[in-house]
């Protein structure tokens, strides 16, 4: 991880224990022999405060080291280096590395601004606009992007940043929702929640960090019988980008390659059968569902004990999932 | 369109008639054949003819005249019409402002109506009409202010009929009888015929609460006026207010035969027949009670709570009938169905009787609703409310324990409620029941207080309390109910029912338990209070005053309120500057002033100050006792929890999460720690409760609810159920490794 600091919090690059989950499953998607890679740009805007300034480089460098973890290359950018400049060359700098094929993210994470014509993103020095960020993207070629404007009254950056292929999700629906926004710790919480994944995979999508978040935003204004000043806002699709893991990846042992490939063919099979769910009698539906299950079962079993001696396997003993 | 008199509100017939009122009605009269009176007189007994007589008037010359008939004749709009001008004409004159002001009060408007009073009596500070309207809005909203003002009218006119007449309402409010008979002896023989009805129901109403039925009364009233429905209204209303509801809705049922037109008393059948669960029947007739009176706000509240309701689910079983919200039913229904079984059991027994129907509870989601429930009844804690055998109160997610509202005690209360009306047919007193009710909050209910407190055995009391206690503001029993119904100063209603549970306490401790059920029978048997308690326990109401006093003298002994705040605010502003060898000295004072787990509670601090200090031990030890005494803020159950699974205290650990859980059944994420809790503790059962009340919220992460469920019904050996939730859970993540595990299991 690339980190630029110029505020003595010194960030030495370990990362925070991520998931201390008792079954550390075998990891099947990020295994698979792929070129392409995700290149993340974080930044922890100007706080004004101490509270704020303190609260925004954590959940920065959260953010940072889970998406590390989950493989991204990740720039952050903190303090004096969160200048618009910094900014700009952290974003030109991933134009160059990357190409179609991979993922780009740029999570912004601080104060926002709107003066009734554009956003403006709080930084040390000037502020970028929404146009600008978005110009600034413009030469990256990724045609799966994320942005991610954790801030006040981000909802109106959703327009200068709506492209092709780019998801865009903010803090807040409109720019009119102007207050500090809580939704950049609950955001940060869900990264290190396993609950999140809910899909149990192991990984946390954006989309599964987003549904979790909006929840306990809501959740926050409710319990605290106060008005919900902000309303998470998401276009686009989300699930295509891993932002955490539940639990490290192991390595494929290259005599369970062919088993990982036909997982990968009875989970198509699974996506195909839940598509045409309305075709099927449920008895019909939850008999070959099973089937498939079984096999899945068992080949995750198998995976799982390769080269090891015979252990029983049991779900963890207190009933409780990873 | 409403057919309203002008008359006190609920009770439709004048009680003088307008062309007495003023010097320009006056002349009307004496210029007309017939005035204003003529036609309210004649509507007792000739309502046509009434009709023709108001019609007469509307061409009056007088404003207030034409009012007065539009009012006759049920157009409140133009009779308003018709008054905006007269007081135009005769902005100084008080008699028409009062009568204008009387036309709001009985639309409803109370707000206006205090107005109009209001700048009459500027005009004439000495008009009684104004005062004893300003009387009847106090009336209506149960202040306690309506007994001064009344009063202040009989200083200046002893024999004021009107003021006599609701003098003996508030009277036979808090059952003194007496006092109702002697405001009645003028009124009841008045020639105004108006007055003479309203004093006539009054008594019949003075029976009926003394089961002396039929009431002679009524076929007097009769005899004079056969559409006087206002009398069943009088009498219901007085059932009310003892919570004998379904006697209520008899005789409002009688109201409506002779005056099917009678529109407040529709709204009021329609009230009570919710009360006793006839929600059919309530609907039919409040949408009639709209139709015929379309101001009536209480009644288009009920009517969109009524549609609201149509969506709800409605749980039947043989001991309970439980009416929620459908995203709560199932996580409520557990703990709502063992509460309310475990009340009827427990506090059955203690006072022997056990009800032999199912109790019928209700639970809102919005506070609102819950109010519209109440509507009407005076001395509603907010929290709940039973009516005979339906109990109504919030939801936990209306209001959270951290806003200091328990639902689970507060259930357990009401269900006590239950218990005490069902004992004695609904007539006891409304301190006693409040009373029994809150001694068993205390001793049997969830929150109850366990273990050694350092003042003493028992739950401390409120600082409220305490506070009223050394004031000398308690009511002696005597009066105790008027605290209640119209209290006299803020906080009188808690304060009321924190004594009357303290005197139940009392009455057990010094009496024996079995004295409670010996004031429960006499009660039963159409006792007054003072006989009630003067022949279960043989002394004089006086002595159990007295001996109350001293009760408290030693039970509030060595409780300093005053320290207790200092020394509280003292540990708070340390705790502000890290400063914790200050906070725990001073928290412990607080401690030891005031045990209290209710807010703000010292037991929080003090822990976190011995936590900051290195001593977790001495930590879990104080929150155990914060807890043990009643405390369940969620926040420190929590660390409560967190430091005994730390201490690998596990038994512990669990109760303190069922508490936890209970206080705060809708939040997902307790049931499931608490079903993982269970589960662990080879509690299958159990945790397939909590586990399912957690999927029906709803949860963020439903493919590890359903895991668990199958796990639990794994271990339950229930095969199918834990395969169908296995799947299910699958369906949803097909690569859940610990899912995919158990099926293996499962079918192997």
């Known amino acids: 991880m690339v980190v630029a600091t110029l505020l003595g919090r010194h960030m030495t690059g370990k990362l925070p224990a991520i998931a201390t989950a008792a079954c550390i499953g075998f990891i099947l998607a990020s295994t698979m022999p792929s070129a392409a890679e995700t290149r993340m740009l974080v930044v922890a805007g100007l706080g004004g405060e101490v509270d704020y300034a303190e609260a925004f480089a954590d959940q920065a460098a959260t953010t940072a080291h889970h998406a590390e973890a989950a493989g991204a ?83 109106a950056a959703q327009e200068p940043f709506a492209r092709e292929g780019r998801t865009v999700i903010t803090a807040t629906r409109s720019g009119r929702e102007r207050n500090a926004v809580v939704f950049a710790g609950f955001w940060a919480d869900a990264l290190a929640d396993p609950n999140t994944d809910v899909d149990k995979d192991q990984q946390i999508s954006a989309d599964e960090a987003f549904r979790f978040t909006e929840q306990a935003v809501a959740d926050f204004y409710e319990g605290t019988e106060r008005i919900a000043t902000e309303h998470s806002r998401m276009q686009g699709d989300a699930g295509r980008f891993i932002i955490a893991r ?77 | 369109m409403i057919r309203t008199f002008p008359v006190l509100p609920r009770h439709r017939y004048p009680k003088r008639g307008a062309c007495l009122l003023t010097f320009a009605l006056a002349t009307a009269c004496l210029v007309d054949a017939a005035t204003p009176e003529d036609c309210w007189t004649l509507a007792f007994s000739d309502r046509d003819s009434a009709q023709d007589c108001f019609i007469e008037l509307l061409e009056h010359e007088y404003p207030a005249v034409v009012a007065e008939a539009a009012w006759g004749l ?16 005769e902005p100084d004159n008080a008699d028409i402002k009062v009568r204008w002001g009387e036309l709001f009060l009985a639309t409803y408007q109370v707000a206006d109506a205090q107005t ?49 007449l609701l ?16 405001a009645l002896e003028g009124p009841v023989v008045s020639a105004n015929t108006a007055h003479r009805l309203e004093a006539m129901g009054l008594m019949a109403a003075m029976d009926h609460v003394a089961d002396r039925v039929p009431s002679p009364w009524e076929d007097k009233v009769l005899a004079i006026a056969p559409g006087y429905g206002a009398m069943f209204e009088t009498i219901a209303h007085f059932y009310v207010i003892g919570h004998r509801y379904r006697e209520a809705v008899i005789q409002l049922e009688r109201a409506l035969e002779v005056d099917p037109t009678l529109w407040s008393a529709h709204a009021a059948l329609g009230t009570n027949l919710l009360r006793i669960n006839r929600f059919e029947d309530a609907k039919e007739i409040l949408a009639r009670a709209h139709e015929g009176d379309p101001y009536n706000a209480q009644v288009v509240n009920t009517l969109r709570l009524l549609d609201s309701l149509d969506a709800w689910q409605v749980l039947r079983e043989d001991d309970l009938i439980l009416r929620a919200h459908p995203a709560e039913v199932d996580a409520l229904k557990p703990y709502v169905g063992r509460l309310v ?50 109990v109504a109160m919030d939801s936990p997610s209306a209001r959270s324990i951290d806003e200091g509202f328990d639902w689970a005690s507060a259930l357990w209360h009401e269900v006590a409620h239950v218990i005490t009306l069902g004992a004695t047919d609904n007539r006891v007193s409304r301190w006693f029941t409040e009373g029994v009710s809150v001694l068993e909050e205390w001793t049997t209910g969830p929150s109850r207080f366990q273990g050694a407190n350092p003042a003493g055995r028992r739950r401390a009391p409120t600082r409220m309390v305490v506070a009223a206690y050394r004031d000398d503001r308690l009511l002696p029993v005597a009066t105790l109910d008027e605290g209640f119904i119209r209290p006299t100063y803020q906080q009188q209603v808690m304060v009321s029912y924190v004594q009357s549970g303290l005197l139940c306490e009392y009455i057990a401790e010094t009496h024996g338990h079995e004295a409670l059920q010996r004031i429960l029978a006499a009660y039963r048997a159409g006792k007054s209070t003072i006989q009630a308690v003067e022949e279960s326990l043989e002394i004089p109401h006086e002595t159990l005053d007295a001996g109350f006093k001293d009760y408290l003298d030693e039970r509030f002994d060595g409780l300093d309120t005053d320290a207790f705040g200092k020394a509280l605010e003292e540990a708070s502003s340390a705790a502000d500057e890290g400063d914790w060898a200050t906070v725990a000295t001073a928290a412990g004072r607080a401690v030891a002033s005031f045990p209290t ?22 930590a ?49 994420a307790n049931r499931t720690r608490l079903g993982d809790a269970l589960l662990a503790r080879e509690k299958p059962r159990e945790a397939l409760d909590e586990y399912l009340a957690a999927l029906s919220l709803d949860p963020h992460d439903s493919a590890g609810a359903h895991y668990r469920i199958a796990r639990a019904y794994h271990r339950l050996n229930d095969t199918e159920n834990a395969r169908r939730h296995v799947l299910l859970a699958l369906e949803i993540a097909p690569r859940f490794s610990d899912a995919l595990s158990l099926l293996l299991e499962i079918n192997r």
Request: glycine residues 8%.
């Open chain 2, 116 to 164: 109009l009073f209001g700048e009459a009596l500027e005009i004439d500070p000495t008009h009684a009409g104004a005062k004893l309207g300003l009387a009847r809005v106090a009336f209506d909203r149960f202040e306690a202010e309506a007994r001064r003002l009344v009063q202040g009218v009989l200083d200046a006119e002893p024999d004021h009929t009107g003021a006599l």
């Open chain 1, 246 to 322: 539940t639990a490290p990846a192991e390595p494929v042992d290259p005599e369970v390659v062919h088993l990982v490939d036909r997982v990968d063919e009875i989970t198509a099979a699974i996506d195909t059968l839940r598509a045409d769910r309305r075709l099927l009698t449920d008895d019909a539906y939850f008999e070959r569902l099973q089937e498939l299950l079984m096999e899945l079962a068992t080949l995750e079993r198998q995976i799982k004990t390769h080269g090891k001696p015979d252990v029983p396997e049991t779900p963890t003993a207190d009933g409780a999932p990873p």
């Open chain 2, 74 to 89: 049920d157009d409140v709009q133009a009779a308003n019409r018709a008054f905006r001008l007269a007081v135009g004409r």
């Open chain 2, 167 to 182: 003098l003996a309402r508030l009277a036979l409010e808090v059952g003194d009888h007496e006092r109702a008979r002697q």
């Open chain 2, 620 to 668: 879990t030890q104080t929150l155990l006792t914060y807890w043990r005494a009643g405390g369940r803020s969620t926040s420190v159950l929590s660390r409560l929890i967190e430091l005994l699974d730390q201490s690998e205290r596990d038994d512990e650990a669990l109760d303190v999460r069922r508490s936890l859980t209970l206080v705060a059944p809708l939040d997902p």
């Open chain 1, 73 to 155: 290359k990740v720039t952050l950018l903190a303090g004096e280096a969160a200048r618009t400049e910094g900014i700009r060359a952290a974003i030109a700098a991933i134009a160059a590395e990357t190409g179609e094929d991979d993922k780009v993210i740029v999570h912004l994470i601080g104060h926002g601004t709107f003066d009734e014509e554009h956003y403006r993103f709080n930084v040390p020095g000037p502020d970028p606009t929404a146009e600008h960020l978005a110009q600034w993207l413009r030469p990256v070629t990724a045609k799966r992007q994320l942005a991610v404007i954790a801030t006040s009254s981000s909802g």
């Open chain 2, 341 to 390: 079984g475990d009340a009827v059991r427990v506090v059955g027994e203690r006072y022997g009787f056990v009800p032999d129907y199912p109790v019928v509870v209700e639970i809102y989601p919005r506070h609102q609703d819950f109010a519209v429930r109440t509507s009407g009844l005076p001395g509603i804690g907010a929290l709940g409310v039973a009516f005979g055998d339906v």
């Open chain 2, 597 to 618: 787990p209710d807010p703000p509670s010292p037991y929080p601090l003090l822990a976190e100050a011995q936590m900051r200090l290195g001593d977790p031990v001495e």
